[in-house]
DNA sequence: TACACACTACACCGTGCAGTGTAGTTTTGC
DNA sequence: GCAAAACTACACTGCACGGTGTAGTGTGTA
């Protein structure tokens, strides 16, 4: 058959299809988050997702192509929820730092439990293992905020002359801080108290800063 | 023969011995850096470093052992440069700003040209890849901060309730960022302007939450 | 009924790599 | 000169893994 996403088929077909595909790629997102993108054999992907190993070549057709669809709906995800939080939290007239830690809040209760995002970020940023991809943006998710706080600036609410400069430091003074810590511990999970901890340092470092 | 370096031999045996180990460590780290662990072969490290593979595994025992020793090696580089670094840039007396800002240049024209610790921060941190060592203090080099911090504090140069999480805040807002400024960059390299620019940047917005 | 599609099971190939075994060479200390 | 240390060259094992080829199975669809 080789690639059956190419033509159009009976939908019955095709969702089992679909399925057995997001099966796939569900079983490789958490391998290779678990174990790097080298330590993850095929076989072991196939094993996860039930699935026979030709199945995963018939889709995907090789590793690394699976690995950037890994990828791509990781992305996806990430900036839809990104998105989520910033119009669900970040609203007018809310005070500034209650709308921050609730966005941070949001967004590890969201993206991070699942692990996705999480170790993600390290496997793709500089893993230097894995390999790159050529067409994708990462700067999608830094750009939703810093329209955001542009707004806040002109509102009065937050001063900075470097609108990308002031959303890299809100990131890695939450986020990134977050992220060391859950893959400091060795069980990947970081304990509640020291998280809230964390956000709210972290903003309200941001604040002083940058109110 | 088996470990040489178990029993203790004549100065020039030795000698001869110690010149291949660090021929070794300085392939390996070089090669684990721009690759990875798992793309590093033993093989390679052998050739770059002019050597048997059979002395190599001589020497190491295996590949892991290798790796730790890079590790500890690169961790005692690290430690040492910024304790110079802290005993000769934040001196009492000095313009707090100047002496931040001289201290991360420092930092990183000591540490990251050479690349060392600058990737290894992701190999190890958590390329999830490269084994674990056991036994090994990755809080050794904000302690020598957290120090000096507090004597800053007590001159009420700064002000903060955490020291470890001021510490951790300087941390990311200067070295965070241009660590992923440098591999973000396809070669490796930083526009001097640009490091210049994150540097300022990130000590200016520390000493806006800190002062 | 018959076809095509999605999939499985499984054997198979090539390769790269960690690690070993060994015989031989050079150097050093006595 | 001799013995041992350090090292080289090289062959070799074992294995895991990426990827392919193929024969066969079940199932919606025409």
Same mark, same amino acid.
């Given at each position: 058959m080789e690639t059956p996403t190419s033509t159009w088929q009976t939908p019955a077909r095709r969702a089992q299809a679909e399925a057995k595909r997001a099966a796939i790629l569900d079983a490789a997102e958490e391998l290779f988050v678990a174990s790097g993108y080298e330590l993850t054999s095929v076989d072991a992907i196939a094993a996860r997702a039930k699935v026979s190993k030709r199945t995963v070549y018939d889709h995907f057709g090789d590793k690394q192509s699976l690995f950037w669809a890994v990828l791509g709906r990781v992305d996806e995800i990430l900036l839809a929820t990104i998105r989520t939080a910033v119009a669900a939290? %970040?609203?007018?007239?809310?005070?500034l730092r209650e709308a921050l830690l609730a966005f941070v809040q949001r967004l590890t209760t969201d993206v %991070?439990?699942?692990s996705t995002y999480a170790n993600f970020r390290h496997l793709v940023s500089r893993t230097s293992t894995a390999p790159k991809d050529p067409?994708?943006?990462?700067?999608a998710p830094e750009q939703v905020l810093e329209e955001r706080f542009a707004q806040l600036a002109a509102a009065g609410e937050l001063t900075f002359t470097d609108r990308r400069r002031a959303v890299q430091h809100f990131f890695v003074l939450t986020m990134s801080l977050l992220l060391d810590a859950i893959d400091q511990s060795p069980d990947g999970t970081v304990d509640p108290a020291e998280a809230r901890a964390i956000i709210t340092d972290g903003v309200d470092a941001f604040l002083r800063a940058y109110r």
């Open positions: 939290e %970040l609203t007018d007239g809310r005070d %991070l439990p699942s067409n994708r943006s990462t700067e």
